[in-house]
C-alpha cells in the first residue's frame, strides 16, 4: 500500500471492508489464498494404540491437524507437503486473548505434544491463549525428511590428522545419503518454517500470532518477526542465538562458555569430593577430566558394553550443559566417576544415564531426526566445503580449547550437502516490540551472542539472569526456573508489559 494515491488506498479499503462482511476474504496476488483460507480438520491426536505421545495431548483434551504448504513459496502452485500441529484451547475462553505458538528449539524438535508443558508451567498463560505446537516441515509427524543415516553424530576430531580424516570421511558418506532428498534440502530453511507458521496464523482466521521461543525457537522467532514484523504480537525469545551467526558453524564460539561451565561444575563436584571422589578443588577436579581425556586418546575406555574413544568422549562432556541444578551436576558427576574408573583400567557399570547415552551414539538415527536438524542448518546457511579450513581452525585452538574445540569446531555434513540453499541467510534488524531472556553463563547460546540479537532487535527488553550457568530459563521448562523470570515473561504475555528498560535477576545456582 506504501507509496499509493489516497483515493485508491481508500477503493482498496472499501473492498477489504466489503468482503469481510460478506464472509469473503480477498484474493491473494501471490498465489497464497488457498494456503491461508485453507479450512482446518481438527482430529483426535493418538495415531494408534501405541502412539503414547498423541495419548498423552489426547487425555489433555487436545486437537491435532496438518496444513498444506508450499514446499517452495516462490513457487505457491508447485509441490506441497503437509506441516502437524497441536493446539490446547485456552482454559478461559472468556478472557481469550489470541493463540501462543511454541516452539522449544533444536533445530528439528518437534513440538505437538510440548505444548503440554507449557500449560503445566504456566497455567496463567494458558488460560488466555490457545497452545499451539507445530512440528517444524520434514520434523516429527510433518512430511518427513529421513536420509537413513547409520549414526547420529560426526563426534569430535579427536587428538590427531588421522581422527579428523575419519570424521571427514563420516561427514561426507552422511551428507550422500540425503542426496535422495536433493529436490527437498534447498526448501528446509528456517525462514521456510517461519512461513509455515504465517501460513498456520491465517488458517487460523488470526489477525497477530504471538510466540515463545527458545533456543533455536528464538532464531525463528526473530525471523518471523523480520519477514511478518506486523502480524507478530507478543513475542518471548528464551536465550536468543546469535541471529549474525546462526548455521553449520554457529558452535564454534561456545568454547569460552563451555569451559567456563565446566568449571562451575568442577567447584561443585570439589565440595562434594567424599562422594564423587573426583578431587577437593577445582583444579584437581579439572585434572580428573582430563585424565580421562589423556586415557581415551591412547585406548578407547571400556564402559559396560560400550566403548568411549576421543570421537564420543566430548559429546558425553557436553552433557555438562544439561543445567547448574543439584540433580543435574549430580548426576554428570556420577558419570564421570564412571569414566575416571574406567581410565583406571577398573572395571565399570554405566549409571543408566550414562548407558542410554551411549547407546543412542552407536544407534542409528532410525527416524531421522537428526537428518532433518541438519537439513535445516545446511539450508540455512552454506558451509565451507575445504576440510583443511576445519582442521586448521581445530589445531589453533588446541591449546585454548583442548576438550571441546574439536568437536564444537569439527566439520559437518553441511561442508558436502548435496544442494545449496534456495535463498541467503535472513539479515536481521527490526523495531518490533518484544521480551527477551537469558543468563551470562549460558553455555548453549552464550551471552554475548544474545546481546548481538538483542542489539540487532531494537524493540526488544532483556531480562538477564545473572550468575547461573543454563540453557533456557522461563518457566522450568528445561531448566530450573527463576520467579523473577517467570514475573517478567507471565506480565508481558498476559497483561503486555515490557520492562521500561534492561533489567536483571538474582539467581543462586548450585556451582556457588
Known sequence: MRGRRTAVAGTVTAVLACAAVIGVRPASADGMTRFHQQEIAWHRCQSGPGDTTGKELDDAKAQCAEVTVPLDYSRPGGRTIKVAMSRLTATDPARRRG???????????????????????????AARYDLIGMDPRFVGR???????????AVGSAGPDRRTFDRGVALARDLAARCGRHRDALPYASTRNTARDMDVIRAALGEPRLSYLGSSYGTYLGAVYLQLFPRRADRVVLDSAVNTDLFGPDLTSTQGPALAAVLENWAAWTARHHRRYRLGDSVTAVLAAVNRIDHAVTRAPLKVGRHRVDARVLPVILFGVTAGDSEESYAGFAADLRVLHDAARGLTVTPTPTLDAVLTGLSSPDADGSVSAQTAIMCADRAAPRDPETYYRDIQAHRAD???????????????????APAEPPTAVRNSVPLLMVGTTGDPGTPYEGQLVTHRALTGSRLVTLRGAFRHTVYGGLFAPRNACIDTAVNRYLIEGVLPARDTTCPDSPAGT
Do not use: D, Q
Request: contains cysteine.
Open 99 to 125: 493463540t501462543l505458538l511454541y516452539n522449544p528449539g533444536g533445530p528439528g524438535v518437534p513440538a505437538m505434544s510440548l505444548t503440554l508443558l507449557v500449560k503445566k508451567a504456566a497455567p496463567a498463560v
Open 142 to 152: 510433518s512430511t518427513p525428511l529421513n536420509c537413513a543415516w547409520p549414526t547420529i
Open 401 to 419: 580449547e583442548p576438550l571441546f574445540g574439536p568437536l564444537i569446531r569439527n566439520i559437518s555434513p553441511c561442508s558436502f550437502w548435496p544442494a
